[in-house]
């Protein structure tokens, strides 16, 4: 991808083995109401072993990829992504799932003119392999890692995600960031996050543990 402008947002698309979605949800970040100019998007395909790249292939002259030889897990990827960002906000976006056309430009024209507002998140709706929607929920209420704008010198300063919660690695980071910031909600469903057989959250027993681990390092009882 060859960019001619400098990109005010940074979209981070970590893919691991998400050959059947992640054509829906690259072709949903194309078709913003946000300029082309005004945003990148970086995949950083996590050394998948299904047709990822060919997806990624197809799209090559409207993205960025990164490839990692080997699967050095989801919190590496996005580190990897807000590290190669250019843009002064960034936002990930998980390849399964996929977003409305004004999921960019709101909340950049908040952020924007708002420079006391630290990050921003949006509602999403919970949908099906089919798309078909199952409910919406409020992003304050049921946080997920995923669909949060944020001013990137923030995350560069707590250090990013922390490598060794492969799951779990967005209440981490969203512990450490509410002690110093704060997280405006945009009640608009601008997000569609893909619930389905091969989500890393149905693994219970590596969800538990992760979950141990991270009431452990912030001495809580309760995440």
């Known amino acids: 991808m060859k960019m001619k402008y400098k990109p005010?947002?940074?979209?981070?698309?970590?893919?691991?083995?998400?050959?059947?979605?992640?054509?829906?949800?690259?072709?949903?970040?194309?078709?913003?109401?946000?300029?082309?100019?005004?945003?990148?998007?970086i995949v950083i395909n996590d050394g998948s072993k299904d047709k990822t790249n060919f997806v990624t292939d197809l799209f090559k002259d409207e993205i960025k990829?990164?490839?990692?030889?080997s699967n050095r897990g989801l919190p590496y990827s996005i580190n990897q992504g807000i590290l190669a960002a250019k843009g002064r906000y960034v936002v990930r976006v998980d390849s399964d799932d996929?977003?409305?056309?004004?999921?960019?430009?709101?909340?950049?024209?908040?952020?924007?003119s708002n420079p006391e507002i630290d990050a921003v998140s949006c509602d999403y709706f919970l949908v099906d392999e089919k798309e078909i929607i199952l409910s919406r929920e409020?992003?304050?209420?049921?946080?997920?890692?995923?669909?949060?704008?944020?001013?990137?010198?923030h995350l560069l300063e707590l250090g990013l995600y922390d490598n060794s919660f492969l799951v779990?690695?967005?209440?981490?980071?969203?512990?450490?960031?509410?002690?110093?910031?704060?997280?405006?909600?945009i009640p608009l469903p601008l997000y569609r996050y893909r619930k389905h057989n091969n989500n890393i959250t149905n693994n219970r027993a590596k969800m538990k543990s992760h979950l141990k681990r991270l009431k452990q390092k912030h001495k809580v009882k309760k995440i």
């Open 65 to 69: 990829v990164i490839k990692n030889r």
């Open 138 to 153: 409020n992003s304050e209420k049921k946080p997920v890692g995923c669909g949060i704008m944020f001013r990137v010198e």
């Open 98 to 112: 996929y977003v409305n056309k004004e999921f960019l430009n709101i909340p950049y024209n908040f952020l924007s």
């Open 168 to 185: 779990h690695e967005d209440k981490d980071l969203r512990y450490r960031f509410l002690k110093k910031y704060k997280i405006f909600r």
């Open 8 to 41: 005010k947002i940074s979209v981070i698309v970590p893919a691991y083995n998400q050959e059947k979605y992640l054509g829906r949800c690259l072709r949903s970040l194309l078709d913003q109401t946000l300029e082309i100019k005004d945003y990148e998007i």
